[in-house]
């Protein structure tokens, strides 16, 4: 189901892209929108492990600095057949981690030392079954293309603001300027914000597929799910001085959210994370 989910997001925002590209830009201005998006895009998927490693300070760990992370990603790798990521850790007390790379053989797993304080063995194998889950289904890449299309879609609005600042709606009959000026300017205010809504909708529904990816291969799906719990306690009281752009790559948001803002947040609600949790695993009891 968040499969499909993703695939209609993905749908949404590219005829999203289309359409406001020829409402706005024509062709020409969707196409040199979509190059710049991608470029930009492009440069953070390459080398969006290095970026947000050296932005977090995170460091790489030897298995003999961190046996107990490497032992249990060592075990979950081998059970997925999936390569061994590089481990870092940050030295932060509020409790996160994030998965990063642009494909299962350039990956690494990070985690902050506030999750190696409050997370028993179990609760740390569902966090990093999460994480590995990210991984294995190439959700870097997913996010980077929707970050293109939404980009793109951003760039268009303003090129069309500059173009309306100077003119660029003008030789215009009366009727068509009036109601195409009208149109325009909502689109240019109201496109961006779709498409932003879009690429958080296809967040949470990667966040829900590696809830469910985790669960399955750490074996028991409370472990994740107790560790969700202490997880959002536990950044509510120490929160991160994390970087918005780079929100989305925690397993739980180290930004604050809730009322409409939580239209806005690439996490769902902790609850229903919990509560599908805890479904999967009474579900086969």
């Known amino acids: 189901m968040n499969v499909l989910k993703t695939t209609v997001f993905m749908v949404f925002l590219t005829v999203l892209l289309v359409f ?15 190059v710049i998006a991608f470029a930009l895009n ?14 977090y300070r995170a460091r790489p760990v030897t298995e003999t600095e961190l046996p107990l992370v490497h032992g249990i ?27 990063t790379g642009r494909n299962p053989y350039h990956a ?9 304080n409050i997370l028993n063995r179990e609760e740390l194998a569902g966090v990093l079954a ?12 997913i996010g980077t293309i929707a ?13 069309a603001q500059w173009s309306l600042m100077f003119g660029g709606f003008g030789g215009r009959s009366d009727h068509r300027e009036r109601h195409g000026g009208i149109g325009a300017i909502a689109m240019m205010v109201l496109a961006p914000i779709a498409a932003m809504l879009i690429q958080m909708a296809i967040s949470r529904s990667r966040e829900f597929q590696a809830d469910a990816g985790g669960a399955k291969l750490c074996g028991n799906p409370l472990w994740l799910a107790n560790a969700l719990r ?3 306690a536990g950044t509510a009281r120490i929160p991160l001085d994390a970087n918005p752009a780079t929100a989305h790559m925690f397993i739980v948001s180290p930004l604050s959210s809730g009322g409409w803002t939580s239209l806005f947040s690439t996490h769902p609600p902790m609850q229903e994370r919990v509560a599908r949790l805890e479904g999967m695993a009474y579900s086969v009891r």
């Open 108 to 116: 690494a797993v990070a985690v902050t030392s506030g999750v190696l």
């Open 130 to 141: 999460h994480e590995l889950s990210h991984i294995r289904h190439r959700d870097i890449l």
């Open 230 to 232: 202490k997880l959002h």
């Open 73 to 99: 990603v060592t075990e979950l790798t081998q059970r997925a057949g999936m390569p061994m990521p590089k481990i870092y850790w940050i030295d932060s007390a509020s409790p996160n981690a994030f998965a």
């Open 147 to 159: 970050a293109t299309i939404a980009g793109a879609i951003s760039m268009l609005a303003n090129m």
């Open 42 to 55: 492009g440069i953070s998927y390459w080398f969006s492990d290095k970026i947000v490693l050296a932005m």
């Open 20 to 34: 406001v590209g020829a409402a706005l830009g024509g062709e020409n201005g969707a196409t040199i929108a979509f």
